[in-house]
C-alpha cells in the first residue's frame, strides 16, 4: 500500500439502512452512496455515508438490513451550493464485504490521519465546562488532490490541538460521528442537515522526515 493510502485509513461496521443512490460516473465505472448505521458502545449510533463502484461488487437495488464491514478512506468534495461552498464528507470504499453479524468494539469505527493543519483550531468551552477544540486537516491524494477533514478534540487534546500553527504536520486517530443540527435557509425557514467530523482520540505533531 503506498504512502499516499497509508495517510488515510478508515474501518467501519454495520448495517445498510438505505438504498444506494447514483452519484457519478467516471470512464464507464459507476460510483453509488448509501447510509451506514454504525453502532456506538454508548448505545448511539453514527449514520454515514460510504461511496461504493461498481466494480467492488453487484449494485443491488436493496441491500437494506445488510451487515457490512467496510475499510476505505474519509473523502470530501466542495459542493457549490446556493452561491456557497459546501463541504461533503463520505467514506469511499476500497473493500467492503457482507457478513452475517457485527460485534460492536473500537474497530467497528475506526480512522487514523496524516495531514496538515490547514486552518487556526478553534478552542472553547461547552456551558458545562467541557474543552473542545475544532480544527481542519488537510490530508493528500494522488494526482494534486486533497480531502479537507474537520475534527474535534476534546479535553488535553483540545488544549494541545488550540496550541498548533497552520502548516503543521499531525497524526489523528478517532472515530467518524455525525451529528445533526438545524440550518437556517431564510428568516422563516430552517432545514435540518447532518454533519460528519473525526471526533479525535489521539493526535500527534510529526516532520515529514519521520
Known sequence: MSR???NNQVTISGEIISGFRFSHETFGEGF????????????????????VSDRLFEIRENCTGAQVNVTGQFRSFNCHEDSKNRLLLYVFAIEIEFVDQIVVCRESNSIYLDGYICKKPSYRKTPFGREIADLLLAVNRP???SDYIP????????????????????????RIQSREYMKK??????????????????????????
Open 4 to 6: 499516499i493510502v497509508e
Open 32 to 51: 453509488y452512496i448509501a447510509d451506514i448505521k454504525v453502532d456506538r458502545l454508548s448505545n448511539n449510533f453514527d449514520i454515514i455515508p460510504v461511496m
Open 143 to 145: 494526482y494534486g488532490k
Open 151 to 174: 475534527c474535534i478534540c476534546w479535553g488535553r487534546n483540545a488544549i494541545y490541538a488550540s496550541r498548533l500553527n497552520v502548516g503543521e504536520k499531525c497524526r489523528i486517530w478517532g
Open 185 to 210: 435557509i431564510d428568516e422563516q425557514q430552517s432545514e435540518k442537515r447532518v454533519a460528519y467530523e473525526v471526533s479525535a482520540s489521539k493526535l500527534e505533531v510529526h516532520d515529514d522526515e519521520e
